[in-house]
């Protein structure tokens, strides 16, 4: 008999050192499979269960001294999902204006939101205060409690994907009025709003790319060595045709 936590590792083979090849394949597989989602939502619910594995893969986070600075507050009351979508537009239309001419007609097509179409939105949210004041690794760079909320969202984005549900990150939002519909506490900061359903699709690659708003970057181009002077570009381009 495995205990129900050598169930959720992988038995006694989750504590190898070594993951085996289809383990790799899964990780990679869920990383570059996750997509941001806002076309495609189904209506479907999710079943209890797989909500309850997706925010337990959040809760697994790594944490800024061990923090778990996050909630997840779960959202299915449509007059909220409404409320919040009336701050997305106000927010949306104050950020067209924002751009150059030509990129405002592209912007104002993007679909950047699904917060009515998918069955349940997920505010992860970071409280300040959580075990005290002082936490170890946060003395000297106090915004680490909010990176560690970041990682639950990414956790929670890479599993929902595992799950075969889709996740969109709505940040268009005024944190003000996130934190007045949430009745959110002074100390406690809105950190991502998600909308979080069954697809229709996951498309291949990002909307923003297939839309022509931007390429994704060439591997190279972000890795420098031992400093931001000295890019090293031709070894890791290669490597990035092998994926
Ligand atoms: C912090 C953050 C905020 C984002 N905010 C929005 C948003 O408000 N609306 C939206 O449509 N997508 C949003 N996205 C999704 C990005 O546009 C998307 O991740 C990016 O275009 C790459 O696409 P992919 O996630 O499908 O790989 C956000 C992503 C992150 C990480």
Redo the contacts with the bound molecule.
């Keep these: 008999m495995t205990t129900q936590r050598e169930d959720r590792i992988g038995g006694a083979e989750g504590k190898l050192h070594e993951f085996p090849d289809e383990w790799k394949e899964g990780v990679y597989r869920a990383i570059y499979a996750?997509?941001?989602i806002?076309s495609q939502f189904k209506p479907d619910p999710i079943a209890e269960d797989v909500l309850a594995r997706i925010l337990r893969a959040a809760h697994h986070a790594p944490s800024v001294g061990f923090m778990q600075p996050w909630d997840f507050i779960l959202i299915r009351d449509v007059a909220i999902k409404q409320k919040i979508r009336e701050d997305f537009e106000r927010a949306t239309e104050e950020a067209a204006v924002k751009f150059a001419p030509e990129k405002e007609a592209v912007y104002r097509k993007?679909k950047?939101?699904g917060i009515r179409e998918a069955p349940i939105n997920i505010c992860v949210t970071c409280d300040r205060r959580r075990f005290g004041p002082v936490v170890i690794g946060r003395t000297s760079q106090p915004v680490m409690d909010l990176f560690s909320s970041v990682c639950a969202v990414q956790n929670l984005w890479l599993a929902a994907r595992a799950e075969g549900l889709g996740v969109?990150?709505?940040?268009?939002l005024h944190p003000r009025e996130l934190r007045r519909i949430l009745a959110l506490p002074a100390e406690v900061e809105p950190i991502?709003y998600l909308c979080v359903g069954h697809v229709t699709e996951f498309?291949d690659r990002?909307?923003?790319e297939s839309a022509g708003w931007l390429p994704r970057m060439p591997l190279g181009d972000v890795i420098r060595l031992d400093g931001w002077d000295t890019p090293i570009q031709n070894k890791w381009e290669e490597l990035e045709a092998e994926l």
Excluded: F
Aim: aromatic residues 6%; charged residues 35%.
């Design positions: 996750r997509r941001d806002r993007l950047l939101e969109g990150w709505v940040s268009i991502a498309p990002p909307e923003l």
